[in-house]
């Protein structure tokens, strides 16, 4: 079955820090990934996303490439601000109708 | 421009105690879905409905029942609520499935006492 497995936190970074969340995947198929985030009291928002082996999804200075190679899509942001404190889920899809998530992985910067 | 509403927010049950929880989206979608969110496990598909008319579990079904009452409309029932069953809870629609990304609820905050 579908499987998504990344990094635990809590992560705490100070501002302009680079962030990296790591995320593998356990799928059958060829499956699109993602990656959606979490404000405090929130529900989840689409961050960015991948449908196919190479594509690089970006968001608000976020980005994330889908490697079949080594069935990862690490999300990563060069300058971290306060307001990017959040949880972020990798989640995947495999051409059916669920999305399966990661545990979550909360991140706190510092001003 | 609304997208998924859920309602309630908050919700304090009883052991025992039935209640419904209403979600409604106005984009359209065709597929509709109830996820729990416990710390430490990410979220967890309890049912789903690909298309209207259409319902199936996820993987912790038990304890609860959905209706799909039209395109728009996807309610969760608790008939007699556990403490196992505090958790927050998402509704999220979808175009047609999860290669399209879902579009989630803000949530409601259930505890049961």
């Known amino acids: 079955g579908n499987s998504v497995t990344q990094m635990e936190g809590p992560v705490t970074l100070s501002e302009e820090a680079f962030l990296t969340i790591n995320c593998t995947y356990t799928a059958t198929g060829y499956p699109s990934l993602f990656w959606y985030v979490q404000y405090p009291g929130e529900g989840l928002q689409l961050l960015l996303k991948a449908t196919k082996a190479d594509d690089k999804g970006s968001n608000k200075g976020f980005e994330a490439t889908y490697r079949k190679e080594t069935t990862s899509f690490h999300l990563e942001k060069g300058s971290v601000q306060v307001s990017d404190s959040a949880v972020y889920f990798c989640?995947?899809?495999?051409?059916?109708?669920?999305?399966?998530f990661g545990a979550g992985t909360t991140v706190t910067v510092r001003a | 421009n609304a997208g998924v509403t859920q309602t309630p927010k908050f919700q304090v049950l009883k052991t025992g105690q039935s209640m419904t929880l209403q979600c409604a989206q106005d984009?359209?979608?065709?597929?509709m879905y109830w996820y729990r969110q416990d710390p430490g496990m990410g979220l967890r598909l309890i049912y789903y409905s690909a298309s209207e008319g259409t319902t199936d579990k996820g993987e912790v079904p038990n304890g609860y029942n959905v209706s799909r009452l039209n395109k728009r409309e996807f309610s969760l029932r608790l008939e007699s609520a556990a403490p196992s069953q505090t958790s927050v809870y998402f509704c999220?629609?979808?175009?047609?499935?999860?290669?399209?990304?879902?579009?989630f609820g803000s949530g409601t905050r259930l505890t049961v006492v």
């Open positions: 999220a629609s979808s175009e047609g499935g999860g290669i399209y990304g879902y579009t």
């Open positions: 984009m359209n979608h065709n597929s």
């Open positions: 989640a995947l899809s495999s051409n059916d109708y669920k999305l399966s």
